[in-house]
């Protein structure tokens, strides 16, 4: 009943930009922790951001930073990633994960066996 839909994704070219949205239904994304990861063909899925409280500070892994951005639009039941300076190494699959604000723990942030509920994923394609 919970569930969670990615979309943004595309084609774009080294240095363009991607704005992921991740849109919720049957929960409320205030309450829950959200994490964004990504899996590249033939790599393990790893983690890229995350943030617990509305409000709180988002975290993100050492690739993305300083690039890519994610925020909450709470009225939309919406998080989003805004992703800039895109580099090829950056091609994957993103996901948008959520699980309980009040159990997690900001260590849990890259442990994708932390989150409970997943979206399908929105493709990202990073070539000239």
């Known amino acids: 009943q919970l569930q969670l839909v990615e979309s943004g994704g595309g084609l774009v070219q080294p240095g363009g930009s991607l704005r992921l949205s991740c849109a919720a239904s049957?929960?409320?994304?205030?309450?829950?922790?959200i994490g964004w990861f990504r899996q590249a063909p033939g790599k393990e899925r790893e983690g890229v951001s995350c943030v617990s409280n509305s409000g709180g500070n988002p975290y993100y892994a050492a690739p993305v930073k300083g690039r890519f951005t994610v925020s909450r639009d709470n009225a939309k039941n919406t998080v989003t990633l805004q992703m800039n300076s895109l580099k090829p190494e950056d091609t994957a699959i993103y996901y948008c994960t959520a699980t309980p604000r009040a159990s997690f723990r900001v260590g849990y942030c890259f442990m994708k066996g932390r989150y409970d509920y997943w979206g399908q994923g929105t493709q990202v394609t990073v070539s000239s």
């Open positions: 049957g929960f409320t994304l205030d309450d829950y922790a």
